[in-house]
């Protein structure tokens, strides 16, 4: 599945609880622990427009932060549809042209799957590591939890396009919510939290939409039916030849 | 000599109507010849040097596959280092090499495919449109300037502005995409909406470092003094470059420019002509008139002894001065003309248009004194030509006949 | 009046010389301005078929918006019955529907960005040139076939046979990909088109990007240029709520302006030669009145009103125009016949002839508007520099006349 949508849910259990740490050690701290991690899921992804919505379940396998395989089970018609993504590169699969095919750079921008995601959102999931400064807002408190507002500003040379993105992330890491803004520090989309979940084992973000700021009546939801962490996934499962046969 | 000049000119000022009259039919097609001629070459002339400059340059040096696949995998064999060293020992005016390649630019809201130019800013602003762009912001100042420059027409699809970042990607030579995001330093305005549309410019040092081929450029770019004269820079070009690069002058690079510019030195001749064509009835017609009034006089003079040869030359020398006179006349009504509308002439409400046939919307006359001379030569010889038969004529009078003719 | 007209006639003909010079000069001009003209509109109207005809057309039926953004999702519901609906009430019209997609087209080494076409392909041949233009292969009937661009196939390394991969987003955004057998290559000669620009039949377009029976847009052609308003008036009531209909000049606005800065220039050009040949009448007539100057004094003294004098003068100037434009007509006429049935070319023209969507040679030909426009134009400015002449002889004082040498 996506990659960074993974990664901010696997951020809920990933960091050890820590009294006062500062932006940047929560953030690099999950991250650094996160690498090397790796899961299953299943999923439902739920696309809505004012005049239709859909929905698709997909299974996804990640490996680290950088390699992922995603494969579509409904409906019916987008059956065997598959992503992989092995750093900043995507492949595409579709059984019905029996073609991998490599996302070249010129359509990275276009929407993943139809949803409110891009290509390279799927892509790109440790920039929010590296190529950001991280400022610990506030902390307040939230009955047990304490919660950070994080602000995360992009250095000059980032690809990131935002001005700034915010992370309410609660102090057992659940990330609530993490909205995104232009460089005139307006808010352009928001990923937030509806609903947690203990599944794996751990608390999760179940439900989580992202919503555009412009376009009130369109939206994406991820909800995560199943998962799976830690369990053995070979390196041979994020390969072409794997995305044109699934064994599975 | 002298009193055939006072007798013709006085001759010429007997009638001052008629005299006057083709006066002014001469001083409008002389006028018009010249006038429409520089206003056309300023057209082709800004055409050319509009797409010279984009083009850019009058000779390019690049990879032998550079024009089925503009991409980084038809990189200029040679380094960029080494065809520069060579390129500034040879005395050419301008030259400089460039790192282009396609790539895409996001903002917050939209991505947009875009033609991705590395320069030297110091060496290409002589070569290129960046020469006279109006910018808000600033140029690039270096090789390794970090910023980027972008038409208006792109930040307002892109929805950013001067001042803010965007987001460049472009595939590297090992096929992996390289991003990274630049700051936009300048916005620029460009004669054609295409280009405002389609380049995003930073530094050539940047761009290689992004797309991880340091030293290496797409193309190497030479120009001389006059865009007419390029065989002696093409062989200057190869004789910087290793021999598996490809030497194309812009007379090969842009067919259509090179086509208008053959098509409009020809129109230039066929104008003039014409315009001399429809003004020498009327010169032939004013000759005949003149002759037949003094057909009497001529019968005179001839049975007085005048050779039949000076009557034809007096007869042409009559035509040559009313010529002549006409064309001084002429000569400077065109440069009173074309004088107040160098500046430009505004042609914005059918930009559209003229940008479909090449050509920038504001048009500056260009007098050309070649073809001045051109439209004045013309002028001369074939009006001696045409003035001959009336003037023959005149000469070959029976002397008898001539006197007893009554009008 | 019928002895005016013989008095007028007969003084034409004093300086028989003096008289075919300015016609000459007429003629010259006449003729040229035939050619010309005749040349000029033969371009603009092949600009224009040519340019709508290969693929625009004169009208489309749109969403709104979609000619300003162009977004998939801006779309023609029912595209194919709609556009079988207009076929059946507009039996005069060509109509055919489509639908676009920017798509990443591949072959087995290469990729490049294009449009592709969802066409009908039984009715696309009545609303665009390029299935004409086939020139290897055929041109697309069902199922999974594409034509493309000559330019295209080059640069993909495609040959007839060979399969495409096209690659996009659908309707709905969601990702779309299709393989197409090539059928056919077809070359317009306008490089744009060529480079761009693959065509498949609409039924699989719809299929593979998930468009649920809609287009983006159905082009209408009328039988003539000059039919289009009134063919838009027809098919406005037959739309359902919610499209569009932009005209020709909406879909290609600079079309227009270039037809009209050309214009602008070519009638400067015209206008110095009409000048030219005005210059011309006005010296000849002013001097066959100058010349007549002690005939007229004795006309009028025996009663002849100068008004009526002028007249006369006028109706020598009609007479010499007349000749001047009939025999400029005829001798365009036939320079445009001619070059016609030839083919007008020059050096060069191939190059700029793809640049404006035109052949490499034109055949102009003459109607009744562009045979005698500009000799109409010529007669008129004639007949007014002959106004100065017939006016002077209003201050043509007899006595002073008769004594005048």
Redesign the interface.
């Known amino acids: 599945m996506t990659a960074r949508l993974l990664f901010l849910s696997l951020l809920i259990f990933s960091i050890p609880a820590v009294a006062a740490e500062d932006a940047g050690q929560i953030i690099r701290a999950a991250v650094d622990h996160w690498r090397g991690l790796s899961s299953y899921s299943e999923m439902t992804m739920t696309i809505h427009r004012p005049d239709w919505e859909r929905s698709m379940t997909m299974q996804a396998w990640t490996k680290g932060d950088e390699r992922s395989l995603v494969r579509v089970l409904e409906p019916r018609k987008d059956r065997g549809n598959a992503t992989l993504t092995d750093d900043n590169t995507m492949w595409s699969y579709s059984p019905r042209i029996n073609r991998v095919i490599k996302i070249p750079s010129s359509m990275m921008g276009q929407s993943w799957m139809g949803s409110d995601f891009s290509n390279r959102d799927i892509t790109r999931a440790d920039d929010i590591v590296d190529q950001y400064e991280h400022t610990l807002l506030t902390e307040t408190e939230d009955g047990e939890f304490r919660v950070y507002e994080i602000r995360s500003v992009p250095f000059e040379d980032a690809a990131v396009v935002w001005g700034r993105e915010e992370l309410s992330i609660r102090s057992d890491h659940v990330v609530l919510e993490h909205r995104f803004y232009d460089q005139d520090g307006d808010l352009v989309k928001t990923l937030s939290t509806l609903e947690l979940a203990d599944l794996g084992g751990r608390t999760v973000a179940r439900r989580q939409r992202m919503q555009k700021t412009e376009t009130p009546g369109e939206w994406t939801e991820i909800q995560i039916n199943d998962v799976e962490y830690d369990i053995d996934v070979g390196d041979s499962l994020f390969t072409l030849s794997s995305l044109r046969n699934p064994r599975n | 000599m002298r009193v055939l000049l006072t007798l013709a000119w006085r001759n010429l000022w007997r009638n001052q109507r008629r005299t006057s009259i083709m006066l002014g039919a001469i001083v409008v097609g002389v006028w018009a010849m010249i006038f429409m001629n520089a206003l056309s070459q300023g057209m082709v002339t800004q055409m050319i040097e509009d797409g010279l400059s984009v083009i850019p340059g009058h000779v390019q040096a690049r990879h032998p596959n550079y024009g089925d696949d503009p991409t980084v995998n038809s990189l200029l064999p040679d380094n960029d280092s080494a065809v520069s060293a060579r390129l500034a020992e040879l005395d050419a005016p301008a030259w400089t090499t460039r790192l282009t390649v396609p790539g895409v630019i996001s903002s917050e809201r939209e991505s947009r495919g875009v033609t991705l130019i590395g320069v030297d800013p110091a060496r290409d602003a002589s070569l290129s449109f960046l020469a006279d762009i109006t910018i808000e912001g600033r140029l690039l100042d270096a090789v390794d300037d970090r910023g980027i420059l972008i038409g208006r027409k792109l930040a307002e699809t892109l929805d950013t502005e001067l001042g803010k970042r965007v987001v460049i990607m472009s595939q590297t030579p090992d096929n992996t995409i390289a991003d990274r995001g630049f700051r936009v330093v300048g916005v620029f305005d460009a004669k054609v909406e295409l280009w405002e549309e389609t380049w995003a410019i930073t530094g050539k040092q940047t761009l290689q470092g992004l797309l991880g081929v340091p030293d290496r450029v797409t193309e190497a770019i030479l120009s001389g003094a006059d865009y007419r004269d390029v065989s002696d820079l093409a062989e200057q070009m190869q004789t910087a470059v290793s021999t598996d690069a490809r030497v194309q002058t812009w007379l090969e690079l842009d067919n259509y420019l090179a086509t208008m510019l053959g098509v409009m030195d020809g129109f230039v001749l066929i104008w003039v002509v014409v315009i001399f064509l429809a003004l020498s009835f009327g010169l032939v017609n004013t000759l005949v008139m003149a002759v037949f009034e003094r057909v009497r006089e001529i019968g005179l003079m001839l049975s007085l002894g005048m050779r039949p040869s000076s009557i034809l030359g007096q007869i042409m020398l009559e035509s040559m001065m009313l010529l002549l006179i006409g064309l001084v006349i002429g000569n400077l009504v065109a440069w009173l003309t074309i004088r107040p509308l160098e500046s430009g002439i505004d042609l914005s409400m059918v930009a559209e248009g003229m940008e479909m046939m090449g050509v920038a919307s504001v048009i500056y006359p260009d007098l050309r004194q070649e073809d001045v001379i051109l439209a004045n030569v013309v002028v001369l010889v074939l009006g001696f030509l045409a003035s001959l038969s009336p003037a023959w004529r005149a000469s070959r009078y029976d002397p008898v006949e001539a006197l007893r003719k009554v009008d | 009046m019928d002895i005016v007209l013989r008095l007028a006639w007969r003084n034409l003909w004093r ?1 028989p ?2 008289t075919w ?2 016609v ?2 007429m003629v ?2 006449n003729c ?1 301005l035939v050619f010309m003209i005749s040349l000029q509109f033969a371009i603009y109207d092949l600009m224009i078929n040519n340019t709508l005809r290969a693929f625009s057309g004169h009208l489309q039926v749109q969403a709104p918006g979609y000619l300003d953004d162009h977004r998939m999702r801006q779309v023609v519901d029912d595209v194919i019955p709609l556009a079988e609906r207009l076929r059946q009430q507009l039996p005069d019209a060509d109509v055919g529907a489509r639908a676009t997609a920017f798509v ?1 087209a ?1 072959s087995d080494d ?2 490049y ?1 294009i449009a592709i076409y969802g066409v009908e392909p039984a009715y696309e041949p009545a609303v665009s040139s390029i299935p004409g233009l086939v020139k290897q292969g055929r041109y697309i009937e069902a199922g999974d076939e594409v034509v493309v661009g000559s330019v295209l196939a ?2 993909l390394r495609v040959e007839i046979g060979d399969e495409l ?1 096209v ?1 996009g ?2 309707r ?4 779309s ?3 197409l057998t090539v059928v056919g290559v077809f070359d317009s000669g306008v490089p744009d088109l060529d480079r761009s620009i693959a065509e498949m039949p609409l039924a699989t377009f719809q299929d593979v990007f998930f468009m649920r029976g809609s287009g983006h847009h159905i082009v209408v052609n009328a039988p003539a240029l000059a039919d289009v308003d009134d063919m838009s008036q027809r098919v406005l009531p037959l739309l359902p709520d919610g499209v569009v209909l932009p005209d020709w000049d909406a879909l290609q ?10 214009m602008t ?1 070519a009638f ?2 015209y206008g ?2 009409v ?3 005005a ?2 009448v ?3 007539q ?2 066959s009145v ?2 007549r100057t002690r005939e007229f004094g004795v006309v009028m003294s025996l009663g002849l009103s100068p008004g009526r004098l002028g007249r006369l003068v006028l109706l020598e100037t009609l007479m010499m125009g007349l000749i001047g434009l009939a025999l400029g007509a005829l001798a365009g006429g036939l320079l445009t016949a001619w070059v016609g049935s030839v083919g007008f070319t ?3 023209m191939e ?2 002839a ?3 969507n035109l052949p490499a040679r034109l055949y102009p030909d003459f109607t009744l508007a562009t045979l005698f426009a500009g000799p109409a134009v010529v007669l008129l400015f004639t007949l007014l520099s002959a106004v100065y002449p017939a006016l002077r002889l209003r201050r043509l004082h007899p006595v002073a006349a008769m004594r005048s040498a």
């Open positions: 300086q010389r003096r010079l300015t000459g000069a010259f001009s040229l990443l591949s290469r990729s960005g080059r640069n991969t690659l987003s659908g709905d955004g969601s990702f990909a299709a393989v606005p600079g079309l227009q302006q270039m037809i009209r800065a050309d220039s400067f050009t110095i030669l000048v030219l040949v210059f011309s006005l010296n000849t002013l001097m100058l010349e020059m050096p060069g190059d700029m793809a640049r404006f």
